[in-house]
Nanobody
């Protein structure tokens, strides 16, 4: 499975961005997609996860009620809609995938990773 993340950019505080993660290769209906981020000088952290088969999602407390994951099943693309962005959301965002149907929050549970897309939020 190959993952291609896109949609990052430079925005102002309060703005919105939508990240995309296109999956290709030997994808199936039973996999889980996740988003992680890594800010400068910090460790990679969990942001959100979505079960491709059920659509169930789970979010980190820091983004709950501001970020929303969704999926285009036909297009094999996952999305992360980010609203009310703050400078604390500045990071490189990575999408990841794992086989199975249960959502996961730990990076080591994911088998496939895309390249990062950079999000910078200015104050």
């Amino acid at each position: 499975v190959q993952l291609q993340a896109s949609g990052g950019g430079l925005v102002q505080a309060g703005d919105s961005l939508r990240l995309s993660c296109a999956a290709s290769g030997r994808t199936t209906s039973s996999y889980v997609m996740g988003w992680f981020r890594q800010a400068p000088g910090k460790e990679r952290e969990f942001v959100a996860t979505l079960s491709w088969s059920s659509g169930r999602t789970y979010y980190a407390d820091s983004v709950k009620d501001r970020f929303t994951m969704s999926r285009d099943v036909v297009g094999n693309t996952g999305y992360l809609q980010m609203n009310s962005l703050t400078p604390e959301d500045t990071a490189v965002y990575y999408c990841a995938a794992r086989r199975g149907k249960y959502i996961a929050r730990l990076s080591e549970e994911y088998e496939y990773w895309g390249q990062g897309t950079e999000v910078t939020v200015s104050s």
